[in-house]
Nanobody, 123 residues
Framework: QVHLVESGGGSVQSGGSLRLSCSNS????????MGWFRQGAGKEREGVAV???????EYIDSVKGRFSISRDNPKNTVYLQLTALKPEDTDVYYC?????????????????WGQGTQVTVSS
């Protein structure tokens, strides 16, 4: 059974940086499409970035040039580097996994989810 654990959230000031990590319990995690989503109170879950098993990436427009998704397959870990953070980036960030070679920015694509990690950016 896939078990995802996120870490690295926290509170920073506007312009600051954080690195989120997501460990995947599956030994064959390299086969998975991995994604990072975020959700605030009263809002729908939003796809932030995804990475295919081959390393192809996709981002929402609001984070392009500021966030970077990467994966370390031997460590079964996916990262999301957040830089130039803005108060509007404040949300709970979730890691997601799907055993597909293609990825989607839609939450419906992903059957496996972590518990989430809070990111708070103050102005």
């Amino acid at each position: 059974q896939v078990h995802l654990v996120e870490s690295g959230g926290g509170s920073v000031q506007s312009g600051g940086s954080l690195r989120l990590s997501c460990s995947n319990s599956e030994k064959s995690a390299s086969r998975y499409c991995m994604g990072w989503f975020r959700q605030g109170a009263g809002k729908e879950r939003e796809g932030v970035a995804v990475i295919t098993p081959y390393g192809d990436t996709e981002y929402i427009d609001s984070v392009k040039g500021r966030f970077s998704i990467s994966r370390d397959n031997p460590k079964n870990t996916v990262y999301l580097q957040l830089t130039a953070l803005k108060p509007e980036d404040t949300d709970v960030y979730y890691c997601a996994a799907a055993v597909f070679s293609d990825c989607s920015m839609s939450a419906d694509w992903f059957p496996h989810w972590g518990q989430g990690t809070q990111v708070t950016v103050s102005s």
